[in-house]
């Protein structure tokens, strides 16, 4: 079983109950969107940093267990840019996934963080963009193993983006309730998984914090 949380920070602003999250939840990766990298600490409780974006203001981070996994590579990733980018430049790396050996089951994975577009962006261009970043994935090698959680700013219309996920050969897992609901008229799911040889056997949103975005907890087994 894996267990992976993403949370989106917003603007780091939830950064401070990170370590209650992660030994609370007993994870093996953490995920992070919208942290300030210049203030991650090296170790999250029981969880080793593998690193972080570097160009963003808005950055992506990964974490993971020192004592379950053997972290090969981490890369981050430019996707396509909205014109909200090339207008604001919030995030220059929209991906940013790590490729680790599984001691406990010598299995070989790319876990990643990822953030879409605003919804000032259409969700065509956000579709390129996750199909970007599976492409991305797999180029780092190994097995045909992922998994890819985060902010996919996808609260429409997601029937059409899981029918182009399954055309992929990629499964789409929302969580049990709603993400994102800062607003009493603007709220939904947001925060979804992407896998590739893995059974997503559960999604729970977990409680609200600082963040205007619920973080999601994420188990899965190997296919």
């Known amino acids: 079983m894996l267990r992976v949380i993403s949370y989106n920070l917003r603007k780091n602003h939830a950064s401070d109950e990170l370590v209650d999250l992660a ?28 690193d972080s ?15 379950r996994f053997t972290a090969l590579e981490t890369k981050a990733f430019a996707l396509k840019k909205s014109m909200h980018d090339r207008m604001l430049a919030p995030a220059h790396e929209r991906l940013i996934a790590t490729r ?3 001691r406990e089951t010598n299995r ?3 876990i990643a963080s990822f953030h879409a577009a605003p919804l000032t962006a259409s969700n065509s ?5 996750i199909h970007a970043a599976h492409v991305e994935m797999l180029s780092m090698g190994g097995e045909l193993v992922t998994l890819m959680v985060g902010d996919f700013n996808y609260p429409f219309f997601r029937k059409n983006l899981t029918e182009h996920m399954n055309k992929t050969g990629y499964d789409l897992t929302m969580s049990d309730s709603r993400t994102y609901t800062r607003y009493k008229v603007f ?15 559960n999604v729970e949103t977990l409680p609200r914090g600082k963040s205007d975005h619920m973080p999601i907890l994420i188990s899965a087994e190997y296919l």
């Open 23 to 50: 030994q609370d939840s007993e994870i093996d990766m953490l995920c992070l969107q919208e942290c300030d990298a210049a203030e991650l600490p090296d170790t999250v409780g029981h969880l080793h940093l593998a």
């Open 100 to 102: 680790l050996i599984d």
């Open 187 to 201: 709220k939904g799911h947001f925060d979804f998984a992407t896998s590739l040889g893995l059974d997503i056997t």
């Open 108 to 110: 070989n994975l790319a």
């Open 125 to 129: 261009l956000r579709r390129k963009q």
């Open 53 to 67: 974006t570097k160009g963003n203001r808005l950055g992506l981070a990964m974490y993971y267990r020192q004592d």
